[in-house]
Nanobody, 125 residues
């Protein structure tokens, strides 16, 4: 069992930066691919970024590529999402996710094993 707790959300002006954190419980954190999703009001939840268990492979949605960076610290059981050059359209609830299969995070979110409770990110224009 893995429990995920996100933090770091808030209100920021367009062009600003935020760093989200997701702390995971459990001894097997390093065995899981970790990802971030987001859901804007009235829209479906969408994939943002994923990082492999070892941190060597990362993949991003086109909408955030070049602006967001996902990273992880397995010693701290934590995954991060550094968000730069934020835009109003980045406003959403951001969710952390974990699964042993990174492909489920990128292409089959209904099958993802574990989810956090979400953290609100609001970007003002």
């Amino acid at each position: 069992q893995v429990q995920l707790v996100e933090s770091g959300g808030g209100l920021v002006q367009a062009g600003g930066s935020l760093r989200l954190s997701c702390a995971a419980s459990g001894r097997t954190f390093s065995m899981y691919a970790m990802g971030w999703f987001r859901q804007a009001p009235g829209k479906e939840r969408e994939f943002v970024a994923v990082i492999s268990w070892g941190g060597n492979n990362r993949y991003y949605a086109e909408s955030v590529k070049g602006r967001f960076t996902i990273s992880r610290d397995n010693a701290k059981n934590t995954v991060y999402l550094q968000m730069n050059s934020l835009k109003p359209e980045d406003t959403a609830v951001y969710y952390c996710a974990a699964d042993r299969e990174s492909r489920r995070i990128t292409a089959a979110q209904a099958m993802v094993s574990y989810w956090g409770q979400g953290t609100q990110v609001t970007v003002s224009s």
